[in-house]
């Protein structure tokens, strides 16, 4: 496979990653009363909002600062102030939570001092608390945004009070599904938590025949500043903001708190989740429930029926790089083979992680800095089975005429891809189940039989 | 009503409201605007060109965003529906990214080999001081297409300057190729972006009339169809909003006069094809259109008696892009029984907001760029039972428990033309009569 280069091209052709803001307004919509503000001209947080709307099929405001071209030339402190203004009179959110712009950021306006300037005119007892954070999306993507926003968040507001017995969980970029079951997880362990983001309400809400200005839910203010004083941080993901910063939420506790900070990957799988578990056990120091038994013991069961129509078919999978690492180990447990692990994200670290936290039977090609018409290319050379991804590697899949599991970020051609459970033995179940089914699809549908049975 | 100071006269109600409907303002810092930017603008005109390369000159989110994001159909090439970019890293934005736009051209042309190439600078290209005419003049010499720039950054305007700027490009396209001839009987069909192949409806009427067609700018358009667009005798523009600016720019230019149409419900509809042979003067082409009217709407008007019936006294929310748009849909909801309530727009003019107001009934809400908290207020208080709408304005809809109607560019249903109106009665109905709104009505 050598022929396959790394990105063919200097330009991006079908990107497979998107801009920080993104990453930054998904974080912020995990907070309690909050309101996401881009700094920037209006067209990036239009185009975010649809992008995110399509998938979550909910309404996302996220505000903007409104760039004119008096803006670009002389700063955007009066846009902001306006902005914020305005904001807090429309939807007296609890706290404000303000993202840059390439162009902001290119511009060099100093966010911090123009936020403390708006703070020293603005005291009134009810105005909202604010908070930001840097993402020029010429550095880093969506995935970066989201977790250097929540590095922002714990930096603003964690503080140390007394030790409390919750821990901290920062469960990187998941599905609302996966929040609210690592949620159950975590309740059923006996083991209070904070999560950090939780937009499990708030970007799937249920009907209530109101459109909310801001939608309840989310990791309240009150405990992002108890997060300074939990006993323990389980941060999932491995790559994480490491494109563009050194630091996490997790080693910032850690740090700074002396927070023990156990990191795990995404728990995909039975391994994965065989580590989280054991790590919930550490901490609660008892064993894991019953109905986590029964949920392992069916899903080894599922793997047992259904080995025979997954192994050795061939995957490839895309997505965040996080993301895409736990889904190959889980690939890995069930036979599948991965041939090619690609990721829009850079961080450079993908392809050691693999090797390292997953050690695959054999050696994926794994490409970071890919796009969509690179996976297109490298298609052709490797003939995979099945795509396992996000629904915008669909037109590949229909071109080779196979199926995609649509998995992750983003979900615009289905329902429900929002809530798409993959966390967890539960997740897994589901996921293992979904992929056989589509390979046993496949199979019927090509078949000039037409079989009854499996 | 809890409504912006700010924005108070961009809301009206008629009857009540003495002032003006205020327009053309830029959208307030803070308040959640469903407009785009000036990118966002010109791409949407440009981008159905199917067989040009389109490259963003920028980070990467513009393009990200933008991929194959509308239905704009094309009866061949494809290049359009992928998406291109710069995806300018902080090098380039410090040392600039004239060579990155470069080799992406060049690469992408020889990869691709468009017919033309359209790069669209988008926010912070101006301001990292990229020569971005430069380069292109440089690659286009070296390759031998046009390659046009497309100055865009989202700060300069709203979407409505967006259109000019395309506007600009497409006439650096028109009169460079064939001769200056015209070519009697001739049109340009403006304005059209063939949604869910909706052209091809209208391309089908206008030749059953004897009617030539040029180019289709830019629905299903062709780099070399629209540099031949000037010996057109004359152009056919639809929706006000985004292109009538060409059309007076090549009526200027080469002197082809212009008509605005509108292809959405049928009295727009018939009304566009006799304009047509009104202008031409022939008796043949108004026999033609006549007899083909009588036909589709023969046709049509038992089947839309069915919905007619089924919703008479529904009462619909209308906000869209361009007002020339919603003009169109309030007949057409009349034609079904349909009665509007609220209706808006993002970008319309005094001259389209005069026309609004003067069909709408009594009591009806007109505004200019709302944002999601007013439109609430407005679908609320005036107890619509569907919104009609882009995405952005679905959950909108549907958080309220009524009916909603997909009228924007991400459809897949025809709502050109006699069929397109069979389909929109048919959506209309779709939603407005679902028994799950049973389940949706709240006593708070
Ligand atoms: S506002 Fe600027 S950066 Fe944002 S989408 Fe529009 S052109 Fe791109
Ligand atoms: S300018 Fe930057 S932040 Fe805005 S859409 Fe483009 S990439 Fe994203």
């Not at chain 2, 380069?135 to 046009?148: F, T």
């Not at chain 2, 869209?320 to 003019?349: C, D, E, W, Y």
């Not at chain 2, 407005?378 to 909603?404: N, S, T």
Request: charged letters at 20%.
């Amino acid at each position: 496979m050598e022929a396959l280069k790394e990105k063919a091209f200097v330009s991006t052709r079908n990107a497979c990653k998107l801009c920080t803001p993104l990453g930054a307004s998904i974080a912020y919509k995990g907070i309690a009363g909050c309101v996401p503000l881009i700094h920037g001209s209006q067209g990036c947080a239009t185009y975010i909002r649809r992008y995110l709307i399509s998938h979550y099929k909910e309404p996302v405001d996220i505000a903007s600062t409104n760039f004119s071209e008096e803006s670009a030339i002389f700063g955007g402190q009066s846009n902001l102030f306006a902005a914020l203004n305005n904001i807090t009179k429309q939807y007296k959110p609890e706290i404000i939570g303000i993202a840059t712009t390439c162009l902001s950021e290119t511009i060099g306006d100093d966010m911090q001092a123009i936020i403390q300037h708006y703070q020293a005119q603005n005291t009134l007892p009810d105005s909202p608390q604010l908070t930001y954070v840097s993402t020029p999306s010429f550095k880093g993507t969506h995935a970066n945004g989201y977790h250097d926003t929540v590095l922002a968040l714990v930096k603003r507001f964690a503080a140390f009070t007394e030790t409390n017995n919750a821990i901290n969980l920062l469960p990187g970029f998941l599905s609302t599904a996966d929040l609210r079951h690592l949620k159950e997880i975590m309740r059923d362990c006996g083991l209070p938590s904070i999560m950090l983001p939780d937009y499990s309400d708030t970007l799937d809400n249920e009907y209530n025949g109101s459109y909310e200005k801001v939608p309840e839910g989310g990791t309240s203010i009150e405990e992002l500043v108890a997060a300074g004083s939990s006993r323990a941080s389980i941060e999932l993901g491995h790559i994480l903001n490491h494109a563009t910063s050194k630091e996490s939420a997790g080693t910032y506790l850690e740090k700074n708190f002396s927070i023990p900070r156990f990191n795990l990957p995404i728990p995909i799988g039975i391994k994965a989740s065989d580590e989280f578990f054991t790590i919930l056990q550490r901490l609660s120091g008892a064993a894991m429930p019953q109905k986590y038994l029964k949920q392992r013991g069916r899903l080894v069961d599922a793997y047992v029926d259904g080995h025979k129509y997954v192994f050795g078919k061939k995957a490839i999978v895309y997505g965040e790089e996080d993301f895409v690492l736990s889904m190959v180990g889980f690939l890995e447990e069930i036979g599948l083979e991965t041939v090619l692990c690609a990721s829009g994200g850079g961080s450079g670290l993908l392809k050691k992680m693999i090797s390292e936290k997953v050690n695959p039977r054999q050696d994926i090609m794994v490409r970071d800095d890919f796009d969509f018409e690179d996976i297109a290319v490298a298609c052709r050379d490797l003939k995979p089975d099945l795509m396992i991804g996000n629904s915008k590697g669909y037109y590949i899949a229909r071109e080779l005429g196979i199926p995609l599991i649509r998995v992750g970020f983003p979900i615009h051609d289905r329902l429900g891809g929002q809530r798409i459970r993959h966390v967890g033995y539960e997740g897994t179940h589901e996921l293992f189940e979904k992929i056989a089914n589509a390979l046993i699809e496949h199979m019927q549908e090509h078949s000039p039989v037409g079989y009854k049975y499996m | 009503m809890d409504i912006l100071k700010e924005r108070g006269n961009q809301v009206v109600t008629k009857g009540l409201d003495e002032h003006e409907l205020a327009c053309d303002k830029a959208s307030l810092a803070g308040s959640v605007s469903q407009r785009a930017c000036v990118f966002c603008g010109s791409r949407v005109v440009l981008y159905p060109i199917a067989d040009a390369l389109h490259l963003i000159h920028g980070p990467i989110g513009c393009a990200a965003y933008t991929w194959d994001i509308r239905g704009s159909l094309s009866s061949g090439p494809q290049i359009h529906r992928l998406s291109f970019s710069t995806d300018l890293q902080e090098k380039q934005v410090v040392f600039g990214g004239e060579k990155t736009l470069k080799s992406a051209l060049i690469e992408l042309i020889d990869q691709y080999q468009p017919k033309a190439a359209f790069v669209y600078s988008t926010c912070i290209v101006g301001l990292i001081g990229d020569d971005v005419e430069a380069v292109c003049r440089n690659v286009s010499k070296e390759k031998g297409i046009d390659i046009i720039p497309v100055q865009a950054p989202g700060f300069a305007g709203s979407k409505k300057d967006g259109y000019k700027v395309a506007c600009d490009a497409l006439m650096k396209l028109i009169g460079t190729m064939g001769t200056n001839e015209t070519i009697p009987e001739s049109i340009n069909i403006i304005g059209d972006f063939n949604l869910a192949g909706e052209l091809y409806l209208l391309v089908d009427y206008y030749k059953k009339m004897g009617v030539k067609i040029v180019a289709t700018i830019t629905g299903d358009g062709r780099v070399d169809d629209i540099r031949q667009a000037h010996k057109a005798a004359l152009n056919i523009v639809q929706c006000s909003g985004s292109m009538s600016n060409l059309a007076r720019q090549m009526e200027a230019k080469y002197h082809i006069p212009f008509l605005r149409v509108s292809y959405f419900g049928i009295e727009d509809m018939s009304e566009a094809l006799y304009e047509v042979a009104r202008y031409f003067n022939s008796k043949s082409m108004m026999d033609k259109a006549i007899a083909l009217v009588r036909q589709e709407v023969g046709d049509l008007i038992p089947k839309l008696a069915f919905y007619k019936n089924a919703l008479t006294g529904k009462k619909a929310a209308i906000y869209v892009g361009g007002a020339f748009k919603a003009i169109s849909l309030i007949k057409a909801l009349r034609m079904i029984g349909v009665q509007t309530v609220v209706v808006g727009s993002q970008t319309g003019n005094k001259d389209d907001y005069k026309i609004m107001q003067d069909i709408s009934d009594e009591g009806t809400i007109l505004v200019d760029d709302t944002n999601p908290l007013e439109l609430t207020q407005f679908v609320k208080a005036k107890k619509a039972d569907i919104l009609i709408g882009g995405v952005k304005e679905r959950p909108i809809a549907y958080k309220l428990g009524i009916g909603f109607c997909d009228h924007n560019h991400e459809r897949k249903l025809a709502l050109a033309g006699y069929e397109g109106m069979l389909n929109f009665a048919r959506e209309v109905y779709a939603t407005a009569m679902s028994p799950v709104f049973q389940f949706t009505k709240t006593d708070h």
